[in-house]
C-alpha cells in the first residue's frame, strides 16, 4: 500500500509534465508493489489498482522513449501483462456466452444503443408489455406468444411500446426473430469482460474526436444512459460542423 501511494505521490509531484527522475521513482515503487503482491496475495491474484494504473497509462507510452524501462522492471511488467491475459480470457468467455443469445444483451427498439452485461436486466416481450391492448385482442393476437429463443429485449417501457409496431407481426409461436440488424452492434467491441455482481447498463459513446468509450453503471437508469449517449452524439456532431 505504501509503494501505491508513493507511485501516485511520485507522478502529481511536477505541476507541467513528468520529470524523468520521478517516472524512474515511481517505476521502482510500481515494480516494489507488484513483487509485493506475488509473495503477501494467494496465487493468481492480481497487482493492485495502482499499479496496474500506472503501467497502463504512464509506463507504457513512456517506453517510447525510455526503451530500457521494460528490461529494469520486469514484475510490474508481468503484472500488467498477467492483468492483459485475464482481460483477454474474460473477454472470450463473456462473448462466446452472449452469442448464444445477443438480443438479450442489447435494447431491440430501433435507435437505442443500450446494453447490459447480464441478460436477465432486460426485459422480454410479454403479456403484461401490451399495456394499450385489451385482454380479449391480446389472446387474439397472441401477444407475448412469440418463441423463447426469438423474444426481443427491452431496456425500458418506452422502448417496448415504441417497437411494438415492428414487433407485432412476429409476436406469435413459430416465427421469426423481430430484432432488427442496423449493422452498429459489434459484439466484439462492447462486451465487458466481466458481468458486475448487481448487474450494469452500458452505451457505447462517441467522443468528438472519434474515439468510442464504453459507458457502464449500475446505478442509472435507461432513460439517462440514452441522454448521456445523445448528448454525446450531438457534441461530436457540433465538433464535426465547427470543422467544415
Given at each position: ?71 529494469w522492471y520486469e514484475d510490474a511488467v508481468e503484472a ?40 436477465s436486466m432486460l426485459s422480454c416481450c410479454e403479456f ?117
Amino acid at each position: 500500500m505504501a509503494h501505491g501511494l508513493l507511485i501516485s505521490w511520485c507522478i502529481n509531484a511536477s505541476e507541467a509534465e513528468l520529470r524523468l527522475r520521478y517516472l524512474f521513482a515511481a517505476c521502482h515503487h510500481a515494480n516494489m508493489a507488484a513483487r509485493l503482491c506475488t509473495t503477501a496475495l494467494p496465487p493468481g491474484s492480481q497487482a493492485s489498482p495502482s499499479v496496474l494504473w500506472f503501467m497502463k497509462n504512464i509506463f507504457e507510452k513512456s517506453t517510447d522513449s525510455v526503451h530500457e524501462l521494460d528490461l529494469w522492471y520486469e514484475d510490474a511488467v508481468e503484472a500488467l501483462e498477467a492483468r492483459d491475459k485475464q482481460w483477454q480470457q474474460g473477454l472470450k468467455k463473456m462473448a462466446k456466452h452472449r452469442k448464444k443469445n445477443p438480443s438479450r444483451y442489447q435494447c431491440a427498439a430501433p435507435g437505442c444503443k443500450v446494453e447490459v452485461d447480464t441478460g436477465s436486466m432486460l426485459s422480454c416481450c410479454e403479456f403484461s408489455y401490451i399495456l394499450f391492448v385489451s385482454h380479449t385482442l391480446k389472446f387474439m393476437l397472441g401477444a407475448g406468444h412469440c418463441d423463447p429463443d426469438k423474444k426481443p429485449s427491452y431496456c425500458s417501457k418506452s422502448c417496448q411500446k415504441a417497437d411494438w409496431k415492428n414487433h407485432k407481426p412476429y409476436c406469435r409461436p413459430g416465427a421469426e426473430c423481430s430484432v432488427i440488424d442496423d449493422g452498429e452492434y459489434d459484439i466484439t467491441k462492447t462486451t465487458p469482460s466481466t458481468k458486475s455482481a448487481s448487474g450494469a447498463l452500458q452505451v457505447p459513446l462517441t467522443l468528438p474526436g472519434g474515439r468510442t468509450v464504453l459507458l457502464s453503471s449500475s446505478t442509472m437508469g435507461a432513460e439517462t444512459m440514452k441522454e448521456m449517449e445523445k448528448m454525446a452524439s450531438d457534441e461530436r456532431e457540433n465538433a464535426l460542423n465547427r470543422t467544415r
